[in-house]
């Protein structure tokens, strides 16, 4: 299972940390991802980290958002900064690439401007 935590409202040009504890996987071998769901919209990838902690960002995120991940805590973490309006979306962890049955409930996040 995957759970996503940290999201929240916040000003146009702040910044959120969200995390996603992983159980029930040999976390450390997996590669992981931030995906973002934004009303009316598909379901999009936001950022990845191999288990070797290399990471890809979407175009639109790059230079504001970092991934990371910690695995003796089995959690992988996504630092937003500079967060624009356009970034309100629900964001979800999930392994990369994606499989159905780790989507969560993942985390409302909401930026006014």
């Known amino acids: 299972q995957l759970q996503a935590s940290g999201g929240g409202l916040v000003q146009a040009g702040g910044s959120l940390r969200l995390s996603c504890a992983a159980s029930?996987?040999?976390?450390?071998?997996?590669?992981m991802g931030w995906y973002r769901q934004a009303p009316g919209k598909q379901r999009e990838l936001v950022a990845t980290?191999?288990?070797?902690?290399?990471?890809n960002y979407q175009d639109s995120v790059k230079g504001r958002f970092t991934i990371s991940r910690d695995n003796a805590k089995k959690t992988v973490y996504l630092q937003m900064n500079s967060l624009k309006p356009e970034d309100t979306a629900v964001y979800y962890c999930?392994?990369?690439?994606?499989?159905?049955?780790?989507w969560g409930q993942g985390t409302q996040v909401t930026v006014s401007s």
């Open positions: 029930g996987m040999i976390f450390s071998v997996k590669n």
């Open positions: 980290i191999t288990s070797n902690s290399r990471t």
């Open positions: 999930n392994v990369s690439p994606p499989q159905r049955n780790f």
